[in-house]
């Protein structure tokens, strides 16, 4: 495939995944007694059976064919994040900024699919957007780093359908740890704060080094 044909083609796949978010919305907001059930079920079934013989193994899309991961890795892991992957359907919209000091930030807003209690973002995501953010701060002081441990504290609710402003920062380094905190603000005011650890493997796993 040329350059340029491979570049409308990553546009197609990054519109695919902007309609499969869509989707999801969608889904969480239809009615039970929707009546173009039957038919929205019979289309999706179609789109599974185009992409059927087009999907990678998962050994493939992990790193690796053997017990220890190790190996190459086909596509970007980064694109397939939960949180921030572009090409994955179930990340919101999320641009992350990782800044040489230690820090990294991000925007975004989260709708229905994402909902806890009425209103407000599931806790568990909440967790998870600090988690990944607080990554990606520890990230920029070594390659390969794991969460150890995650506090997280929310002071007020997180709400649906508001900008919400996502941050973190290296706090200390001891040794191989790495202390993070984070926080999530709404209209200005903090609703989550974060801290925790995260280390680097004893090992890098093999085929991962770079
Ligand atoms: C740019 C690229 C970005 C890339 C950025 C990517 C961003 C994505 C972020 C996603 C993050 C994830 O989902 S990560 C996935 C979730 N996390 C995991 O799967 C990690 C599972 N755990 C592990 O694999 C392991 O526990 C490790 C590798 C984290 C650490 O193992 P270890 O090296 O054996 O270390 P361990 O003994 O457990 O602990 C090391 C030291 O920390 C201390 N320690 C442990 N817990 C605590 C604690 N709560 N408070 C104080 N200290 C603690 C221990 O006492 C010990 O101290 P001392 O005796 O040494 O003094």
Redesign the pocket.
Known sequence: MSHADQSVNRQSLLAAADHARALLDAMVRLDEDTPVAPELAQRLESVLELLADHVQPVEAMVGGRTADRSGPRKGSYRDR?PISGVLNPIAPPVTLR?MDDHTANTTTTLGLAYQGPPGRVHGGFVASLL??IM??AA??VG?W?????LTVDYDHAVPLFEELAISARVDHID???IWVVGEIRAEGSVVARARG?W?P??AVPKGNEG
């Open positions: 994040s990782v988690d990944h990554g990606y990230g920029t390659t780093i794991f969460t150890r441990s040794g191989r740890k650890l280390l493997p004893r």
